[in-house]
Nanobody, 123 residues
Framework: QVQLAESGGGLVQAGGSLRLSCAAS????????MGWFRQAPGKEREFVAA????????YYTNSRKGRFTISRDNAKNTVYLQINNLKPEDTAVYYC????????????????WGQGTQVTVSS
């Protein structure tokens, strides 16, 4: 069992930056791949980024390369999502997720989820 807790969201002006954190607890956390998803009102949950704990490989959608950076700190059992040059369309609830398998790009690929953290970008 893995418990996930996101933090770092908030209200920010367009062009600003945020670093979201996801603290994980539970046994053998280092064997889990981690992902970030987001869900805007009225829209489906969509993939943002993922990181494989075994070798640190990262995955992004092509449209988010450059503004989004996923990273992890093994010693702190924490995964981060740095978002730069925020845009109003980035407004959403951001969720972190964990899987024992290969980090996929769909919500069904992940077994554990956090409660989410709200990011609101004003224009």
């Amino acid at each position: 069992q893995v418990q996930l807790a996101e933090s770092g969201g908030g209200l920010v002006q367009a062009g600003g930056s945020l670093r979201l954190s996801c603290a994980a607890s539970g046994r053998t956390f280092s064997t889990y791949a981690m992902g970030w998803f987001r869900q805007a009102p009225g829209k489906e949950r969509e993939f943002v980024a993922a990181i494989n704990w075994s070798d640190g490989s990262t995955y992004y959608t092509n449209s988010r390369k450059g503004r989004f950076t996923i990273s992890r700190d093994n010693a702190k059992n924490t995964v981060y999502l740095q978002i730069n040059n925020l845009k109003p369309e980035d407004t959403a609830v951001y969720y972190c997720a964990a899987t024992k398998g290969t980090p996929g790009r769909g919500p069904p690929d992940y077994e554990y989820w956090g409660q989410g953290t709200q990011v609101t970008v004003s224009s």
